[in-house]
């Protein structure tokens, strides 16, 4: 039986009381972090430093998603700051492999993402070089989006090639994830998954993480 993992986003949380917000969600497998630059994406949130001080202060590790230009330059701070896993936009990157062996080789996990437009098949020869692959189910940029279902077809030829090759890539969805879609994520082939104020907004969070990993693990 695999293994269901949930990350909620801090995107959704109340960010003047982020200390308190990480305490709400001890039963998490990872807190997501949002790093956005205003050029790949058009918003901006945390930075390094900031990520460095969550880190100190989070119970549970950082799942770093950076939607920034350059990831070359700027994804191993992020590792070096003390996230365990650093996933990077295969639309910004200039070389993924050599990215993620580099984010490997510092202790950290190496993710690669794609836009809910971009095509997965330039990652299924190299797909053992991943820790994670981020199936982006909305556009990136913003919390509080609607699902899209059209991206499933493009988790489940991930999801196939992974089983093929005997892969322990994980394989992550990002993007209205909530009670109402996290059993299509799950029979597309996720495993783990970001939610934000499907877990921030609950009056229990620690309810909502274990509700939604019920419900992932009864669709797989």
Do not use: C
């Not at 994406?41 to 950082?62: D, H, K, Y």
Request: aromatic share 6%; net charge negative; hydrophobic share 45%.
């Amino acid at each position: 039986m695999p293994e269901f993992r949930v990350n909620p986003s801090i995107l959704a949380a109340d960010f003047v009381n982020m200390e308190r917000e990480l305490g709400r969600i001890s039963s998490a497998d990872f807190v997501h972090v949002d790093v956005m630059d205003n050029h790949f994406v058009p918003n901006l949130t945390f930075g390094l430093q900031m990520v460095e001080r969550i880190a100190e202060t989070s119970p549970v590790p950082l799942d770093v998603h950076l939607m920034i230009d350059n990831p070359e330059k700027w994804a191993p701070g992020y590792a070096e700051a003390g996230a365990a896993s650093v996933t990077f936009h295969l639309e910004a990157s200039s070389n993924p492999v050599a990215l993620a062996r580099r984010l490997r080789a510092m202790g950290a996990r190496a993710g690669v993402a794609l836009k809910p437009g971009t095509d997965a098949s330039s990652l299924l020869e190299t797909i053992d070089e991943f820790d994670q692959i981020l199936v982006m189910t909305v556009e990136p940029g913003f919390g509080g989006q609607s699902f899209m279902p059209e991206t499933m077809p493009k988790l489940q030829q991930l999801a196939a090639e992974a089983k093929q090759r005997g892969s322990a890539v994980w394989l992550q969805v990002d993007g209205g994830i909530s009670e109402s879609t996290i059993a299509q994520a799950a029979a597309a082939g996720a495993d783990t998954f970001v939610a934000g104020s499907a877990v921030f907004g609950a009056a229990d969070p620690d309810a909502a993480i274990a509700g939604l990993r019920s419900l992932a693990a009864h669709a797989h």
